[in-house]
């Protein structure tokens, strides 16, 4: 064996000598510290703020954030103050970012020592009911389980409550939550949500429900300005550009199904509607134009991928919302139209005396 291949001292393993001084021997780099509890939580506040709208939601969160410190801070220098978490209840249309908060405060709640875990179980009527005696219980019980040192959220609540109550195992659903409710006060936190209406005979129908419901909050729609923001916002998070005239055009076309949804409207939900069938809309046009054949392709810039055209928004409305009677008057104005105020005439009218119905018979009725 030669010197150069001689092992070093420090290598009675005969390692190759290569190894020494690389990658594989130099210390860890340094970590970054671990953000600290109360970091977190200005991160989830931060996050809840940069969300569209939803200024009053903003301050209820708040308001639970202070009232949890107030009932910590007396805790701790042995006032008596009331541990209980309590439970909420979410009132709104669909599309106004109910589920979103909601998982928002299961996190928030977390790192506030609230509850231990902090995630969020969503369910609806299906998740909770069975089709028999005994099963409804069951399949309750197993979603309170899996919520339990989080959130468990009841989206459409209100149909465990239908008006054939006496026939149906919606009523055996509530009673094991209201138990869980009970018992796991200080484990997990139940939120509510609905239509506004609905909701509202849901929680007074039942005093179980009513009494162990402590926080409501409302979701309003969004303006049209909002729903304008929450599109810019997902083209931008999807890779899309859309010049002023689309932006002003696609304004129009929520506006316009706002009027004809009602409460039916979908807010966000239907935002992301339109930029599904948008990008469907680009894909087929450039499709159509040959961008994607061979002798094409490399022609293909992002900017042909990216912008949305003002063609993509040909026949939009009329697939994306049903133009009724009422509604055509609204189709060529723009975003944020306001009809302007009738002018009141105060010309003097000539009276017109009725005319007399002639003496005799009244005539009979065709049928």
Known sequence: MSDDSMPPDNNPNGFPPEMFGGPFFEPPKPQPPKPTREEKLQALFAELNAMIGMNPVKEDIAALKSMVRFRKARKDMGIAANSAIGHIVFTGNPGTGKTTVARLIGKIYKEMGVLPE????????????????????????????????????????????????????????????????????????????????????????????????????????????????????????????????????????????????????????????????????????????????????????????????????????????????????????PIGFQPPATEQDNTPKKSVRPKRRPIGPRPALAI
């Open 118 to 333: 902090g995630h969020m179980v969503e369910v609806d009527r299906g998740d909770l009911v069975g089709g028999y005696v005994g099963q409804t219980a069951l399949k309750t019980q197993k979603v309170i389980d899996a919520a339990m040192g989080g959130i468990l959220f009841i989206d459409e609540a209100y149909a465990l409550s239908p008006a054939n109550m006496d026939k149906d195992f919606g009523a055996e659903s509530i009673a094991t939550i209201l138990k869980a409710m009970e018992d796991n006060r200080d484990n997990f936190v139940v939120i509510f949500a609905g239509y506004p209406d609905l909701m509202r005979q849901f929680i007074e129908s039942n005093p179980g429900l009513k009494s162990r419901c402590s926080t409501y909050i409302h979701f309003d729609d969004y303006n049209g300005m909002e729903l304008l923001q929450i599109f810019d916002k997902m083209t931008k998070e999807s890779g899309f550009k859309a010049s002023t005239d689309v932006r002003e055009a696609v304004g129009g076309i929520l506006e316009r199904a706002k009027i004809a949804g009602g409460k039916n409207f979908g807010n966000g939900r239907d935002v992301r509607t339109i930029v599904e069938k948008l990008e469907k809309r680009i894909a087929a046009r450039l499709d159509t134009q040959g961008a994607f054949d061979n002798d094409k392709i490399d022609d293909l810039t992002e900017e042909m991928l990216m912008t949305i055209q003002p063609e993509d928004l040909a026949g939009l409305e009329n697939e994306y919302i049903p133009v009724t009677e009422d509604m055509k008057s609204f189709i060529k104005r």
